[in-house]
């Protein structure tokens, strides 16, 4: 749907006469309403799925577009077109009604590292799609490996050990 307003949106502009001034304000309005719709709509899905004192872990993206400006011109389209911050205060709004904690970690590097043994390399990310460790061969959909190096991160912020760091530990008699 966003595609098909931004294809209009193209031809409008190179118009240029009053009409398609006015038809864009218009369509600019009905695009934003659409956007607040499907946010809203995904908060409450996303919520309603969990029970109370459950806790989400989203990553901080304050400074996602500035990070990101070394992409493809449709690919930069797409990312600065879509209201993240609007998603996460309708995510903590409609989590505190149902009693939901909301935490943030840092994005960075999560897409790259692999969650099994922690290797951090830009080639570990195969596509958008696939993620190939190049130390231990772990494979896995990347968006699945990034969520488990977001929860461990968040893990690790709190200060809760790994289960297998406590499982592996020497017993040390004295």
Same mark, same amino acid.
């Given at each position: 749907i966003c595609k098909k307003y931004q294809t209009l949106r193209?031809?409008?502009?190179?118009c240029g006469s009053k009409s398609a001034k006015r038809h864009l304000k218009k369509i600019s309005k009905k695009e934003n309403r659409f956007k607040t719709d499907m946010n809203h709509c995904l908060a409450k899905n996303i919520i309603n799925s969990l029970e109370s004192g459950t806790t989400i872990v989203l990553e901080q993206l304050k400074y996602i577009t500035e990070k990101n400006k070394s992409y493809n011109k449709q690919f930069n389209k797409e990312l600065h077109s879509w209201a993240f911050y609007q998603l996460q205060e309708f995510l903590k709004y409609k989590a505190e009604d149902k009693g939901i904690i909301i935490d943030f970690v !840092?994005? *960075?590097?999560? !897409?790259? *590292?692999?969650?099994?043994?922690g290797n951090t390399i830009k080639e570990n990310r195969l596509s958008q799609a696939n993620f190939k460790c190049t130390k231990c061969n772990f494979q896995l959909n990347a968006d699945l490996n990034a969520a488990r190096n977001i929860v461990q991160n968040y893990l690790d912020a709190k200060g809760y050990l790994d289960r297998a760091a406590i499982v592996n530990q020497p017993i040390i008699a004295s």
């Open positions: 193209s031809k409008l502009q190179s !840092s994005a *960075k590097y999560t !897409s790259q *590292k692999c969650s099994k043994c």
